[in-house]
């Protein structure tokens, strides 16, 4: 290895870190993309060490990449905060993408007005949402596809950050006129479920097993709200839909009062072992906020 380290290079490498791309850092230094590349070229050759792979089209660090990344973030942070205690920060807008994956019905509800107001005031920031099940979720989240995501399952695994955000009532719907249900007369009703691992029902089922009651496997399973709303008013079966569902979508469905209070928290899910860009890292802290 050599002796002496190419701070360019590295302050190169932190950017791309940092932000969460080559292109992103490129425009925020003002370079070509083939320069940003040039340079963490140059950084790996000096420390004889792979620092980014890429995970489909996205550059994601290696093992080293991030042991690197760790070192010098805490050093750079103070040299920008440095800066910017002697700049007209107002002039430097906050640029950079933030690329979520969420339940659709979770985004519209929580998700979608946070991210109305930080745009407002980030303007140059740019959001990329998708609508996944939160089985389809994990696999993206895990392979650095997204930066994050918004779910009602708790990914058990030691490198996510799972933190409970909002909360969600949960209701049982079906035609009209709606009644309350008891434990028995779930067992005999058919069910619909959101997709084929909805967590929703499965919480159900597990409530009723505790109370030596078995439920029927769903008959239908649907991959989105309105679908399964619209089926449900048709008299297709029953489903569990968050409450705020009934305010998004306008379908004439009964509710049906369960007979236990059924609330499911909403987490932000990101693997702690890759590092955020600031544009994501921002969004992540402004989305933790209590309102």
Not at 100 to 129: D, G, H, N, W
Request: proline share 6%.
């Amino acid at each position: 290895m050599k002796s002496h380290w190419d701070l360019d290079a590295l302050h190169v490498f932190y950017l791309v870190g940092r932000l969460g791309g080559v292109g992103t850092a490129a425009r925020a230094l003002r370079i070509t993309q083939p320069a940003v590349s040039q340079r963490l070229a140059s950084l790996e050759r000096c420390i004889g060490k792979k620092l980014y792979g890429r995970v489909g089209r996205s550059a994601q660090l290696t093992e080293d990449g991030r042991k690197l990344y760790a070192s010098c973030r805490d050093a750079f942070a103070m040299l920008d905060s440095v800066e910017s205690a002697f700049a007209d920060t107002a002039t430097i807008p906050l640029a950079g993408s933030v690329r979520i994956a969420s339940l659709s019905e979770a985004a519209k509800a929580f998700l979608l007005p946070k991210l109305l107001t930080f745009q407002k005031r980030y303007p140059a920031v740019s959001f990329e949402l998708v609508y996944r099940l939160p089985y389809e979720m994990l696999p993206l989240l895990m392979r650095g596809q997204v930066d994050f995501v918004v779910t009602n399952e708790a990914y058990r695994r030691p490198q996510l950050e799972m933190t409970p955000r909002w909360v969600e009532e949960v209701v049982c719907i079906g035609p009209r006129p709606g009644r309350r249900l008891g434990w028995k007369q779930l067992a005999k009703m058919p069910w619909m479920a959101y997709g084929v691992e909805d967590p929703l029902w499965y919480e159900l089922e597990k409530a009723a097993q505790r109370r030596g009651v078995r439920l029927p496997k769903p008959l239908l399973n649907v991959a989105d709200v309105d679908t399964i709303m619209r089926l449900a008013a048709a008299g297709a079966g029953h489903a569990l839909v968050p409450e705020h569902a009934l305010r998004l979508h306008r379908c004439d469905v009964a509710v049906y009062p369960l007979p236990l209070r059924f609330r499911k928290n909403v987490y932000l899910g990101r693997v702690v072992t890759m590092p955020l860009g600031r544009a994501a890292q921002l969004f992540w802290d402004f989305l933790k906020e209590k309102d």
